[in-house]
């Protein structure tokens, strides 16, 4: 099978806390036929916090990342799994393309550090936008070796998935997410044999921006979405966002210790629940780096 490369932006946090997040996109990816190929030299995107501190950067860091992409693989766009570094880059882009004089100031300071130019017309895509789109139900379904039957699922995207839809773009054509209630998640799981759990939760506030911030409202938000979730009956919950699964799974024991039973709900990404109906291992997946139970949940349903 032909292998196609497209030019992979991880951010920060999938080299630490959501690790297993970029070990099952990429074998999710493999098993589809495509290699995520990692920018070379990439450099943290800004994240969500840099436009408070200064604003020219929070168009320079992206812009070094996308010129990067150009210059070493000829990228005239580029995947990633972050949330966050969507947000970012996708706010980067758009303003950068209203706003000429941005690039003209950015790659000013992109040659004073000895960086490659921005051209000022890259593109950002998701990685579930872009797995839906270029590959898409019929192809996972293809592909499903171990069917996810019988596992519930409520899908989790994040409040920054969609929003805002200035940058997010969603809702605008059959290319773009739904807004207010977002299916792209959904319906590859449905693919694969999961039963998709109905529930309002999908794009509630995790509180995972404001963990450092505000711990308290941040833990009762976390704890509100896994109650949710819980409460629609599902075995497991998962997400495309690294802070929203750092947020409910990575804090899962402080909640627990906080608000007991009541939010007991294993966390997953749904690159992991992916994998797995593709016939990969817990360890393909990143199964043994999860702290909520997910391994145990699905094995209690013969997923693993």
Partial sequence: MAVAKVAY??????????KSYDESAKFTARALGVELATIDDYSCCGAIEAKRADE????????????????????????T??????????RATTE?????????????????AGEPAYDGKSDVRHFLEYLFNEHGPDAVKAKVKRPLKGLKVVTYYGCLYVRPKIYSAA????????????VFMDELLRAAGAEVV??????????????????????????????QARQAGADVLTTNCPLCGAALDVRYNDLKSRFGDSIQMPVTYFTQLLGLAFG??????GLGLQYSGASEALKKRGVV
Wanted: net charge negative; aromatic share 6%.
């Fill in 280 to 285: 990969g291992s817990a360890k393909d997946v």
């Fill in 171 to 182: 809702g605008k054509d059959a290319r773009h997410d739904n807004p207010e209630y977002p």
């Fill in 96 to 112: 950068m393309k209203k706003r000429p004089t941005l690039v003209e100031d950015v790659n000013q300071l992109l040659g004073e």
């Fill in 198 to 227: 109905e529930w309002d939760g999908k794009t509630d506030c995790c509180g995972g921006g404001h963990a450092l911030g505000d711990e308290d409202n941040s833990l009762k938000l976390s704890a509100s979405v896994l109650e």
């Fill in 81 to 90: 799994p972050c949330n966050g570094c969507h947000y970012t880059m996708r």
């Fill in 9 to 18: 932006f991880p951010g920060c946090s999938l080299e630490g806390f959501g």
């Fill in 56 to 79: 020219l950067s929070s168009y320079l860091l992206p812009a070094r990342n996308l010129a990067l992409a150009k210059k070493h693989m000829n990228a005239d766009s580029l995947v």
